[in-house]
């Protein structure tokens, strides 16, 4: 146990059975969560097995209840820990920007607080930006990096779909975006009903919701869409994403990309194709789900990490 042993959350994780191909069989025991003093606030974060680390950072707007039919089947093989990033999931809500640097000093004091090392680090969406981050800043304590259904280069408006376009246009508009995110609460909804192709149960939805209850609270999410790095803006994260590849060009860190059908983000053929062709990069295609993956496709991205991080 770690920062003075604050055991505070008990929650039900899900559990796989092994040899079941169906996400609902994932669901059996009880286990529990920790949270940890960092700064001048706290994070809270799931733990299951023991073993050399696995870290898993969700995105947004959800929390590590994503990584709930993962962790289970990976924990009797690694110890498995996942976060709930700063403002988000049941960790603290300090008074913040929640600039993407604000997510970077949270989670450095939390990996240091946990003294982590010979890490692999799983992310996805923006966790698999700050996953590739942390690991380029600190490479002498990673042993790999899974990302998937993330940004791996810096964006442009032309890729994105019209309906797309029109709606991350109007959350960065000042007032506008106030109001679609933080006053209508329309941005969480969209995103799960979008971003997951099986569907959610109420119970799940209740879950993503619950650690946004009013408009302030949901101010993590309405910064997280202005990062998108698009056509060089913001300038901050845009120089993230092009350091981040720029380190995976040169990097000897094993890093695994696992893309799904379709063509955004991670998995778009150009940036598949560049992926490809680094020298320190595996690609392994997983087939049909949404952008929140491991709600459609808990067991396949399981086994795909677990196959791979047995040759390291």
Request: with cysteine.
């Amino acid at each position: 146990m770690h920062g003075d042993g604050m055991r505070t959350l008990l929650i039900a994780a899900a559990v796989a059975a092994c040899h079941s191909t169906h996400p609902e069989a994932v669901m059996t025991v009880t286990s529990q969560a920790h949270r940890i003093p960092v700064l001048d606030s706290f994070l809270a974060y799931r733990e299951a097995g023991a073993g050399r680390p696995i870290v898993f950072l969700h995105g947004n707007p959800t929390s590590s209840y994503v990584w709930r039919g993962i962790l289970p089947v990976l924990a009797p093989h690694a110890h498995c820990l996942a976060p709930d990033l700063i403002g988000m999931g049941r960790s603290g809500k300090p008074e913040s920007a929640y600039r993407y640097a604000d997510h970077v000093r949270y989670l450095d004091a939390w990996f240091d607080a946990l003294d982590l090392r010979d890490v692999v680090i799983v992310g996805y969406d923006w966790g698999g930006v700050l996953a590739l981050d942390w690991a380029s800043r600190h490479p002498e304590r990673v042993r790999g990096v899974v990302v998937f259904e993330t940004i791996l280069q810096p964006l442009s408006w032309a890729e994105y779909p019209p309906a797309g376009a029109e709606l991350f246009r109007k959350l960065r508009m000042p007032g506008a975006g106030e109001q679609l995110v933080l006053e209508d609460n329309g941005f969480l909804p969209r995103s799960l009903g979008n971003g997951v192709k099986s569907g959610l149960s109420a119970a799940d939805r209740a879950e993503y919701e619950a650690p946004f209850p009013t408009p302030a609270s949901r101010r993590p999410m309405l910064a997280w869409t202005r990062s998108l790095p698009i056509d060089g803006e913001p300038a901050d994260t845009t120089a993230v994403v092009a350091r981040n590849a720029a380190w995976l060009a040169t990097t000897k860190v094993p890093t695994l990309l696992l893309t799904f059908d379709g063509s955004g983000l991670s998995n778009a053929p150009a940036v598949v194709a560049w992926a490809s062709q680094l020298p320190s990069v595996t690609v392994r295609a997983l087939g049909p789900a949404g952008h929140h993956a491991p709600e459609d496709a808990p067991l396949p991205i399981a086994a795909a990490i677990e196959a791979w991080a047995a040759t390291l």
